[in-house]
């Protein structure tokens, strides 16, 4: 039987190349977006042409309202489900000392909250099943920091908490919960950066480039798949060498 997954953030990015991915191997894709309207429209469209099963549902990762209603859509049309892939996340570059307080809470909200939100909805039906699968995305900035991003940082260090604490809560029924931890990843989420800077994050990366989307897909069709039903816990790295 297909497999479910529902994925935030799908209209654009590393969420877009999981929801093209994911569909192609056969599962059932809930496309989750939030203000990318057309790009969402288009992605469902183009993958019902390719005769993939998949769904459409606008909700904000901070509205737990709105996470219970697409959980309760997703099961309607999909009848279970069986991965969560927490992708929807926001960047911003500020000075520690500029950040004002609404800065701070929107970056927790999103990037920490939203998983809190959708990982706690998607549980409530994992757990009686006693099966299922959680993949967070977190970033190398969560595990070494980066200057100018300290709430970016704090909150995907929080994701990465959250991950490892949940995988020794829920693993006795079965869900494994996992992180991946990008690196520099070539998407609208690098758009703010000069040339410069992008330069001097390559020359930072062992590999000498950026990584794509669907590098970063691959690691979570892993992840998802029976072949890793033993990991738990984990953050796997997809960063080129940044962080060894
Ligand atoms: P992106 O192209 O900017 O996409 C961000 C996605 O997050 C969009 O689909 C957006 O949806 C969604 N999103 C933002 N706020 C949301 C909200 N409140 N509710 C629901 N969805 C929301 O960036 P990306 O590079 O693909 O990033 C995807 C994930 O990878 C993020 O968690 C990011 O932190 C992480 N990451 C990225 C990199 C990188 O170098 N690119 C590196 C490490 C980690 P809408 O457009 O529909 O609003």
Known sequence: MAKTVIITGAARGIGRACAELF???????????????????????????????????????????????????CLQEFGAIDLLINNAGIAQTRLFVDLSADEWQEMIDTNLTGVFHCTQSVLRTMLPRHQGKIINIASIWGQVGASCEVHYSAAKAGVIGLTKALAKEVGPSNIQVNCIAPGIIETDMMASFTAKEKTALKEQTPLERFGTAEEVAACALFLASDAADFITGQVIGVNGGFVI
């Not at 309207?37 to 288009?42: D, H, I």
């Not at 909700?59 to 309760?72: E, F, L």
């Open 23 to 73: 569909a192609a191997h056969g599962y059932q894709v809930l496309i989750n977006y939030y203000r990318s309207v057309e790009a969402a429209k288009e992605l469902h469209h183009s993958l019902q042409a390719k005769g993939y099963q998949v769904a459409l549902f606008q909700a904000d990762v901070r509205s737990r309202p709105q996470i219970d209603r697409m959980v309760a859509y």
